[in-house]
Every structure is written in structure tokens, then in C-alpha cells.
């Protein structure tokens, strides 16, 4: 069964490439999910820093001199970093 599989893969790839347009768009999607990690981890890096900065800012009430100027509701939305980048990736 494995053969076989194995088999029709190989088999594949030999069409792709007889096929030069197919070969080259098969090219460019690999390329573009390249890209496309690299988007990916720097929104997250970015989205992380900033979860950082808004649970010390607001969640914790470091923002301003009295934390219960900080509406409950909306310390509770950056009250830890996993909810700070919830938070900050849905609005």
C-alpha cells in the first residue's frame, strides 16, 4: 500500500513538471507560503509586544496615578497577556 502511494506521488511530480505552467504555479504557492509564515511570526511578535505593553498599561493600572480609574470591564479584557492579545486581535 505504501509502494503504491508512493507510486502515484512520484508519478505526480512527473506531471507537474511535463506541465510547465503547472510546475510554476506549484513554484510560486510554495513561495508564497513562505512569505506568508514570515507574515505570520512577525504579526505575532508584534501582537505580543503590544499584549506586553497593555497588560502592564491597563490591565494592571499602570496607565494612570489611581487604577480605579481603569473601568473593572476593561481590566478584566487585559488582565493577562494571553487576554491582552485576544483582545487586541479582535478589535
Same mark, same amino acid.
Given at each position: 500500500?505504501? !509502494? @503504491?502511494? !508512493?507510486?502515484?506521488?512520484?508519478? +505526480? ?19 508564497? @507560503? *513562505? ?6 511570526? +512577525?504579526?505575532?511578535?508584534? +501582537? ?11 490591565? *494592571?493600572?499602570? +496607565? !494612570? ?11 478584566? @479584557? ?6 491582552? @492579545? ?6
Amino acid at each position: 500500500a505504501r !509502494l @503504491m502511494r !508512493l507510486m502515484r506521488i512520484i508519478r +505526480l511530480i512527473r506531471v507537474v513538471r511535463a506541465i510547465r505552467p503547472l510546475y510554476m504555479l506549484a513554484i510560486g504557492i510554495a513561495r508564497a @507560503m *513562505q512569505s506568508m509564515f514570515w507574515v505570520l511570526v +512577525l504579526t505575532f511578535a508584534a +501582537l505580543y509586544a503590544f499584549a506586553i505593553l497593555t497588560t502592564r498599561a491597563v490591565g *494592571q493600572g499602570e +496607565l !494612570l496615578e489611581k487604577s480605579e480609574d481603569v473601568p473593572e470591564e476593561t481590566r478584566l @479584557m487585559f488582565r493577562t497577556i494571553p487576554d491582552s @492579545m485576544f483582545t487586541l486581535f479582535a478589535f
